[in-house]
């Protein structure tokens, strides 16, 4: 079964620095979709950022941007930047398309510190 | 407003009882996933329906089961609560062949 590990329990990081979120993943698969999911306080699950596995280029959002090592089955996570509404769980994801499943990781807790 | 509707968003019951949350994807998506976080958890994959039919399980409880209706909303019923069904249930959806999910806000359960 794909599992998705999240080694960092919780981050801090100071505003307007850079912080990376570390990911890593398990699959037999070469066809396959990462995400990272953000959940704020509000406990709402929002969509940061996501990574096909078959593209080369590293996805970036704005002040996010990802660091996708397919051979590592690496795929970390980095806020440039940080302002203080970035602070929340974060949670890494994999998904394979012909399972239609999502495996989370365990979430990076974030901190940003004024 | 992510286009996944959830209700009620809160639901407070007795231990014993039964509940029902209801999932509304957003327009078009097929597929709905029920997904369990209790407090500072992760998510725990709970059932997966597609065009009306269950698709894949996860670590659903036997208390625990769902439907999926023809207009594609979809009912999580849980019965038989017990204090450790407190949690916040999610329901996702997303379009065939995509990868992805939309989230719901999720349905806050606390059973007393």
């Known amino acids: 079964a794909q599992t998705v590990t999240q080694s960092q329990p919780e981050m801090s990081v100071q505003e307007a620095e850079t912080v990376t979120l570390s990911c890593t993943y398990d699959?037999?698969?070469?066809?396959?979709?990462l995400f990272w999911y953000k959940q704020p306080p509000s406990r709402q699950m929002i969509l940061v950022i996501r990574?096909?596995?078959?593209?080369?280029q590293n996805a970036t959002e704005n002040r996010f941007s990802v660091n996708f090592q397919k051979a590592a089955k690496s795929f970390s996570l980095k806020i440039s930047d940080s302002q203080l509404g970035d602070a929340a769980m974060y949670f890494c994801?994999?998904?394979?398309?012909?399972?239609?499943?999502?495996?989370f990781g365990a979430g990076t807790r974030l901190t940003v510190k004024p | 407003d992510s286009g996944v509707t959830q209700t009620p968003k809160h639901l407070i019951t007795a231990t014993g009882q039964r509940v029902t949350l209801r999932c509304s994807p957003r327009?078009?998506?097929?597929?709905v996933y029920w997904y369990q976080q209790s407090l500072d958890q992760g998510l725990q994959f709970l059932i997966q329906?597609?065009?009306?039919?269950?698709?894949a399980k996860g670590n659903i409880l036997e208390r625990f089961s769902a439907q999926q209706f023809p207009d594609l909303h979809s009912e999580l019923n849980l019965s038989s609560l017990e204090l450790g069904d407190s949690a916040l249930y999610f329901c996702?959806?997303?379009?065939?062949?995509?990868?992805?999910?939309?989230f719901g806000s999720g349905t806050r359960l606390t059973v007393v």
């Open positions: 990574q096909e596995a078959y593209k080369q």
């Open positions: 699959t037999s698969e070469s066809d396959y979709y």
């Open positions: 994801a994999y998904f394979r398309y012909n399972n239609n499943d999502m495996r």
């Open positions: 327009s078009g998506d097929l597929s």
């Open positions: 996702a959806s997303n379009p065939q062949g995509a990868g992805g999910y939309t």
């Open positions: 329906y597609y065009n009306g039919e269950e698709r």
